[in-house]
């Protein structure tokens, strides 16, 4: 069956694309489309067209098989001026997700209908490019360059409401989409032709300071990144150059973004996210269905967790020991919401909805019919163990008993119950209605189900979730801790804290481990250092640096001093560290030098690379890509540069190699280069 077939009903030619799942621009598609406007063009008969999709949805954007591969003839953007061309009306008819090439598609057109549930999107920019058909031209012209540029920036998608409010579509309709599609089309007869390339009402009166904020504004939250400083230039380009030379400014922009090393990086990131989908261990393993849960601890994270839940529409409840702790976190709750209607990320009606789904309640047995229940509660590992018993003994078969702990021990957690193989690891990161990455972690009994059901949860949730082994800290906190160790083994040395963190921002980190270590807490941190001395004697390396500073009561930015002393969020240095550091460095008979900032990147980079490789030897990851995800997603490592083992191998596994093993012969054997690290290097390539 063809990918594009043509038809006609009187003198409307029906073009319709059938290219399961998404109807994605497959190079037969574009050849498809191009033929069905030219024949019908050529066809006496023919009053207007109308280009309508099978199945779920219209054209979703481009085929992700052919990404990385020479493009096929023809080119999105001959079909663009094939519609361009014609005499005659095209008419959109447009459902389910209108995305990147299938909007640039519809905006070629002259006309464009939609069902009420449609979502429209240029989501190229999480790729590292633009939309590269006309759309940094197009968009502009439909709706002004401010949307156009908030559209084409974030990536993010609206709904057709919105879309028709800001003209992106002329009509929503009801129904059967083809018969209104085509009652759209008869009214455009002989009206005269609107084409989108000649429109100029919208950008006509462009203000230049709208693209000076964009700039700015971008320089603070994408420092770095090409992609967004090539957008702004393609839509401002699009409101001061006729169409024909915009586009050619678009194609230069395109070109350049695809030849950066970011484009790789994020694309690595976009096949592993799909990739970590898929574990071989579960083999036929089936997903239960969950239609309720509960969240045991009203605190910050349980709360956090209780809203993933509301917003994927699940009915969920949340367990706390007392009334007032149940409405400390409900307040928590509500203000969360309010925030976000205040911001525009949610509408009043859809956070109303989410808080209806939240209940509240001091009682187990009303959680005991509940098909999952997640822990979120003080991470001690026999207040954790007393808890799943109690769960063991209310839940009903079947419900699956998981925990939030970011660093304990699974299995000893399972040991508590009755069934192990139904207790498994959801590790959210905080805020958990923020954060994007959920590391589901597998006991020694957790059985094919139990984890199939876990992994269906993060998709339902919205998550980018990846399998972990059961170890301390799993992928992302554990790999954070040598990260961490190094830092504070560079200031022994003379790195500022400043410094540290400059180098590190400037690689793309939002912020520097110095000042991260204050946001989260240094009682959080110096506890979890703590835990883990006394679970594993001889684990951790001295931390007197954080020693002093938790024992002097400087608990991070929350109290006003920390690493770094607070004016409002404002870092500023304070000599009592300054001395702190100078006191340390003298009872340990170290000469305090300058380090380079170079060096400060290489051993924080190095460090990080190192465990990674670990982490995958071990197999406590399956593969490179969910490390990278995990370090990403859990981190804020810089999307652009992919992840520490995209890096990595973007630096060259051999070089990264040959300075870990540097590194440890310096310090004495205390790196330990990774075994799997140095064959990798042998072969140029992380293993598959």
Wanted: proline share 5%; aromatic share 6%.
């Amino acid at each position: 069956m063809p990918a594009v077939s043509r038809h006609a009903i009187d003198d409307i030619a029906i073009i319709t694309v059938d290219n399961p799942p998404v109807n994605a621009l497959s190079g037969e598609v574009r050849g498809g489309i191009l033929n069905a406007i030219e024949e019908a063009v050529a066809d006496p008969s023919i009053a207007a067209l109308v280009l309508i999709c099978a199945g779920d949805t219209f054209i979703a954007g481009a085929d992700i098989s052919e990404f990385g591969k020479p493009a096929k003839s023809p080119r999105l953007a001959e079909v663009h001026q094939a519609m361009d061309a014609s005499t005659k009306p095209i008419i959109a008819a447009m459902h389910g997700t209108v995305y990147g090439g299938g909007l640039e598609t519809a905006l070629a057109c002259t006309g464009r209908v939609a069902l009420p549930g449609t979502k429209f999107a240029l989501p190229e920019v999480k790729l590292g490019i633009l939309p590269g058909a006309g759309g940094t031209q197009r968009l502009p012209r439909v709706v002004g360059p401010e949307r156009a540029l908030d559209m084409i920036l974030s990536g993010d998608p609206i709904d057709a409401k919105t879309a028709q409010d800001v003209g992106l579509v002329d009509e929503i309709v009801s129904g059967d989409l083809q018969d209104a599609a085509i009652a759209f089309a008869r009214r455009a007869v002989g009206q005269p032709i609107s084409r989108v390339k000649d429109r100029g009402d919208k950008i006509a009166q462009a203000d230049p300071q709208l693209f000076a904020d964009a700039r700015a504004k971008v320089a603070k939250s994408a420092r770095g990144v090409l992609a967004p400083v090539k957008i702004i230039e393609c839509v401002e380009a699009a409101c001061s150059l006729p169409f024909d030379e915009g586009m050619k400014a678009e194609a230069a922009a395109l070109q350049e973004c695809m030849e950066s090393p970011q484009r790789a990086a994020l694309v690595h990131l976009f096949f592993a996210e799909r990739a970590a989908r898929k574990i071989p261990e579960l083999g036929m393993a089936k997903p239960r269905d969950i239609r309720s849960g509960a969240i045991v601890g009203a605190g910050t994270m349980g709360g956090g967790i209780a809203m993933c839940f509301a917003n994927a529409g699940i009915p969920v409840t949340v367990l706390d020991v007392s009334m007032d702790a149940l409405d400390r976190g409900r307040s928590v709750i509500e203000k969360n919401y309010a925030v976000s209607v205040k911001r525009g990320s949610f509408s009043e009606e859809a956070a109303a909805s989410s808080l209806s789904r939240i209940s509240y309640s001091t009682e187990y047995a009303d959680i005991a019919d509940c098909d999952i229940v997640i822990e979120a509660v003080f991470e001690d590992l026999d207040i954790k163990r007393n808890l799943f018993a109690k769960l063991d003994a209310t839940m009903k078969s079947g419900a699956i008993l998981a925990t939030n702990t970011s660093t304990l021990d699974i299995d000893e957690i399972a040991a508590a119950t009755s069934r192990p193989e139904a207790v498994c690891g959801t590790h959210f990161f905080s805020p958990a209605n923020v954060m994007r990455l959920l590391e589901n972690v597998r006991g020694a009994k957790s059985s094919p189900e139990t984890l199939a059901t876990a992994m269906d949860l993060g998709r339902r949730l919205g998550k980018v979730t990846v399998l972990a082994g059961n170890c301390d800290g799993f992928i992302a906190n554990r790999m954070q801790a040598p990260y961490g160790n190094e830092t504070d083994r560079l200031i022994e040395e003379g790195a500022s804290l400043e410094q540290i963190d400059r180098v590190m921002t400037s690689f793309g980190f939002a912020m520097g481990p110095v000042a991260v270590r204050d946001l989260v807490g240094i009682d959080t941190s110096w506890r979890i250092r703590d835990q883990r001395r006394q679970l594993r004697p001889g684990s951790q390396p001295p931390t007197p640096l954080l020693d002093r500073i938790y024992a002097a009561g400087r608990m991070g930015q929350k109290t006003g001093e920390g690493y770094y002393r607070y004016e409002g969020r404002k870092a500023l240095s304070d000599p009592a560290v300054e001395k702190m550091i100078a006191d340390i460095a003298l009872d340990m008979g170290v000469a305090r030098k300058p380090v380079s900032d170079d060096e400060i990147r290489d051993r924080l980079m190095c460090a990080l690379v190192n465990e990674a490789a670990k982490i995958l030897e071990e197999g406590i990851a399956l593969r490179a890509g969910d490390v990278d995800l995990a370090y990403v997603y859990g981190y804020g490592f810089p999307a652009w540069r992919g992840g520490p083992l995209h890096w990595a191998q973007s630096e060259g596994l051999q070089s990264v190699y040959d300075r870990i093993s540097a590194f440890d012969a310096r310090f004495n054997g205390s790196w330990r280069p990774s075994l799997l690290l140095k064959e990798a290097a042998e072969k140029g390539v992380w293993p598959r």
